[in-house]
């Protein structure tokens, strides 16, 4: 079946580091590719999303590149900010069906 | 930008009770909503899908008739907890999406911690 794998966390960075958190998917179809942070206490907030190969999603200093050869889509970031701190989830949805299939989160911690 | 709200942020109350909670999409019609259950330090656990004036679509092992859901207008869902027991205390996230379509993104609302003493 369809399945997201995240790198296990939990990652722990000083500020200005640089951060990759990886994802892997398998999937039946060519599905749209997406991260969502999830603040403590809150809901998820879409982060970016890449809706075909090799597209680049984009936003707040984060990016991740759709990567069909090798299944992947990972998060990075350049210089990470103690704001950063959360769970990322890295997630995929199929052309046809509803609904979103999500990693098991990576939790990441910014140190001052 | 999509907006979700749900309410109530957090639940406290006594073994028995049935407790509702709303997910509401404030500047667009959510032809689709998800409910969500979310355990300590756990991804999120899909419960079912609901698409307006339709029944719900329950995932496997979720029971319908303890967690009710109504879809009745395209801004508002609502999940009911029926007769919460202290095992049923967690997290529940429900999401908005507007279109039909895997490329368009679920919205999500800021989650209900639910207690039960």
């Known amino acids: 079946g369809d399945s997201v794998t995240q790198m296990e966390g939990p990652v722990t960075l000083s500020e200005e580091a640089f951060l990759t958190i990886n994802c892997t998917y398998t999937?039946?179809?060519?599905?749209?590719l997406f991260w969502y942070v999830q603040y403590p206490g809150e809901g998820l907030q879409l982060l970016l999303k890449a809706t075909k190969a090799d597209d680049k999603g984009s936003n707040k200093g984060f990016e991740a590149t759709y990567r069909k050869e090798t299944t992947s889509f990972h998060l990075e970031k350049g210089s990470v900010q103690v704001s950063d701190s959360a769970v990322y989830f890295c997630?995929?949805?199929?052309?046809?069906?509803?609904?979103?299939?999500f990693g098991q989160g990576t939790r990441l911690t910014i140190n001052p | 930008g999509a907006v979700v709200s749900q309410h109530p942020s957090r639940v406290i109350c006594k073994s028995g009770t049935s407790v509702k909670i709303e997910c509401r999409s404030l500047?667009?019609?959510?032809?689709?909503m998800f409910w969500y259950r979310q355990f300590p330090k756990q991804s999120l656990m899909l419960m079912a899908t609901s698409n307006e004036g339709s029944k719900a679509t329950y995932e496997q092992g979720v029971e319908k008739d303890k967690f009710l859901i109504n879809h009745a207008s395209l801004t508002l869902s609502t999940l009911t907890v029926t007769s919460a027991h202290p095992e049923d205390s967690s997290f529940y996230i429900c999401?908005?999406?507007?279109?039909?379509?895997?490329?368009?993104?679920?919205?999500f609302g800021d989650g209900t911690r639910l207690s039960i003493l």
């Open positions: 500047d667009f019609q959510a032809t689709t």
């Open positions: 999401s908005a999406r507007g279109q039909q379509g895997h490329n368009q993104p679920q919205h």
């Open positions: 999937a039946t179809g060519y599905p749209s």
């Open positions: 997630a995929l949805a199929i052309q046809g069906a509803q609904k979103l299939v």
